[in-house]
């Protein structure tokens, strides 16, 4: 019933830079496709339980606590939520492809770009912040310059070149690599050597010299008599 459902947002999922991906908004992509294209949708808790029950996708739980009581709070801040929103920030679940891997390349880029979201998110703050407010002007600055700093730290350590070279060093030291060189120091170990030929000495036959110049000497002494 639900399989073109779960096909976008499959589909929504490989496209996404970030590749773990809030659960709400994979639903709200889906329920955007649902109602242009005519395919019904579930509810965000049904959509949820579709995506954990699919060998397709990598399901991650929320690590915040008191999920319950934050409902009700969610509630009544609901127009601020749609604000972060907007911006990219959503609470709740995870979820991923299986079928990608999370690589240090891949988690670098992840974590520059929530970086760069967040001081995307806090310029807006400040281009939006109530005049007159010194106490506020002060903190956001204050956070600002914590993030601005944040951002040049991540940019540098992870970078594409050394997320690279760690994804290298990181394949040479898995038990896989090191599972395949044990395997090839081992059939070297169990393949005989080359035998080397010893070629026979040759027989020497020795010439029967001391005949031949004991007839002569014989010889010699029949024609002196």
Same mark, same amino acid.
């Given at each position: 019933?639900?399989?073109?459902?779960?096909?976008?947002?499959?589909?929504?999922?490989?496209?996404?830079?970030?590749?773990?991906?809030?659960?709400?908004?994979?639903?709200?992509?889906?329920?955007?496709?649902?109602?242009?294209?005519?395919?019904?949708?579930?509810?965000?808790?049904?959509?949820?339980?579709?995506?954990?029950?699919?060998?397709?996708?990598?399901?991650?739980?929320?690590?915040?606590?008191?999920?319950?009581?934050?409902?009700?709070?969610?509630?009544?801040?609901?127009?601020?939520?749609?604000?972060?929103?907007?911006?990219?920030?959503?609470?709740?679940? +995870?979820?991923?492809?299986?079928?990608?891997?999370?690589?240090?390349?891949?988690?670098?880029?992840?974590?520059?770009?929530?970086?760069?979201?967040?001081?995307?998110?806090?310029?807006?703050?400040?281009? +939006? +912040?109530?005049?007159?407010?010194?106490? =506020?002007?002060?903190?956001?600055?204050?956070?600002?310059?914590?993030?601005?700093?944040?951002?040049?730290?991540?940019?540098?350590?992870?970078?594409?070149?050394?997320?690279?070279?760690?994804?290298?060093?990181?394949?040479?030291?898995?038990?896989?690599?090191?599972?395949?060189?044990?395997?090839?120091?081992? =059939?070297?170990?169990?393949?005989?050597?080359?035998? =080397?030929?010893?070629?026979?000495?040759?027989?020497? =036959?020795?010439?029967? +010299?001391?005949?031949?110049?004991?007839?002569?000497?014989?010889?010699?002494?029949?024609?002196?008599?």
């Amino acid at each position: 019933m639900y399989e073109r459902c779960l096909n976008e947002a499959e589909r929504i999922l490989a496209s996404d830079k970030d590749v773990i991906v809030p659960v709400k908004k994979i639903w709200d992509a889906v329920d955007s496709q649902g109602k242009k294209q005519g395919f019904e949708i579930p509810s965000l808790p049904d959509f949820t339980a579709l995506l954990e029950g699919d060998p397709r996708f990598e399901f991650m739980a929320s690590l915040e606590e008191n999920a319950e009581s934050t409902e009700g709070l969610l509630a009544e801040e609901s127009d601020q939520q749609e604000e972060l929103e907007s911006l990219g920030f959503y609470s709740g679940d +995870r979820v991923k492809l299986k079928s990608v891997e999370l690589t240090p390349e891949v988690l670098g880029e992840l974590i520059r770009r929530k970086v760069d979201l967040t001081m995307s998110a806090l310029t807006k703050a400040w281009e +939006r +912040r109530p005049e007159g407010d010194q106490d =506020t002007e002060d903190q956001l600055l204050d956070i600002l310059a914590k993030t601005q700093k944040l951002q040049r730290e991540v940019k540098s350590t992870f970078s594409p070149e050394k997320m690279k070279e760690l994804e290298v060093a990181l394949k040479k030291a898995s038990p896989k690599s090191k599972k395949a060189k044990a395997r090839k120091a081992a =059939t070297k170990k169990k393949t005989p050597a080359k035998k =080397t030929l010893k070629r026979k000495p040759r027989a020497i =036959t020795a010439k029967p +010299r001391a005949k031949k110049s004991a007839a002569r000497s014989g010889s010699k002494r029949s024609s002196r008599k």
